[in-house]
T-cell receptor, first 113, second 116 residues
Framework: GDSVTQMEGPVTLSEEAFLTINCTYT??????LFWYVQYPGEGLQLLLK?????DKGSNKGFEATYRKETTSFHLEKGSVQVSDSAVYFC????????????FGAGTTVTVRA | DADVTQTPRNRITKTGKRIMLECSQT?????MYWYRQDPGLGLRLIYY???????NKGEISDGYSVSRQAQAKFSLSLESAIPNQTALYFC???????????????FGPGTRLTVL
């Protein structure tokens, strides 16, 4: 079945450092890909998404590009802030009328001042 | 006010007790979902519902049941709670109408359940 694998954490960075979180997927069709973020004590919220190959999703300085050839959707941010400390989840939706989400295990990111 | 609300936010119970977690939404979405979150496992789907008369099992439905009382309300029950059901539970919704981000889910704040 469809699945998502993302890099294990935790990840600890200094402010203004570059962040990348790797995500790869397995899917039989043409999935949509997502990054959700969970701030401490809160529910998940959509950070960005891409619905087809070569699309780039972006939001709040984060970017991810849907790479069909490498089945990847890596999350990047050029200069992190303390407020970016959170758990990040990669997820996919299979498409074709199936709207269930499959999540990766989550990566905890801590940014130190 | 939050669009997706969950009650209670925290609950401690004992093995064998019946527990109900409630979810309400004001987004007008038809689809609703229940997930549990465990460290290192991400979120796993328990049940989902695409309208009031439609209930479907997810990947880990054993030990759980649900009720869709109205478009806006979707409850999760643990008939006889056990310690390995200790987890963070999330409700989510998504829109059915074509062209309106139908693949995006909106999450509630979560319910932290501890079964002793």
């Amino acid at each position: 079945g469809d699945s998502v694998t993302q890099m294990e954490g935790p990840v600890t960075l200094s402010e203004e450092a570059f962040l990348t979180i790797n995500c790869t997927y397995t899917a039989t069709g043409y999935p949509s890909l997502f990054w959700y973020v969970q701030y401490p004590g809160e529910g998940l919220q959509l950070l960005l998404k891409a619905t087809k190959a070569d699309d780039k999703g972006s939001n709040k300085g984060f970017e991810a590009t849907y790479r069909k050839e490498t089945t990847s959707f890596h999350l990047e941010k050029g200069s992190v802030q303390v407020s970016d400390s959170a758990v990040y989840f990669c997820a996919l939706s299979p498409g074709g009328g199936d709207y269930k989400l499959s999540f990766g295990a989550g990566t905890t990111v801590t940014v130190r001042a | 006010d939050a669009d997706v609300t969950q009650t209670p936010r925290n609950r401690i119970t004992k093995t064998g007790k019946r527990i109900m977690l409630e979810c309400s939404q004001t987004k007008g979405h038809d689809r609703m979902y229940w997930y549990r979150q465990d460290p290192g496992l991400g979120l796993r789907l328990i049940y989902y519902s695409f309208d009031v008369k439609d209930i479907n099992k997810g990947e880990i439905s054993d030990g759980y049941s649900v009720s869709r009382q109205a478009q806006a309300k979707f409850s999760l029950s643990l008939e006889s709670a056990i310690p390995n059901q200790t987890a963070l539970y999330f409700c989510a919704t998504s829109d059915l109408r074509p062209g309106l981000n139908t693949d995006t889910q909106y999450f509630g704040p979560g319910t932290r359940l501890t079964v002793l």
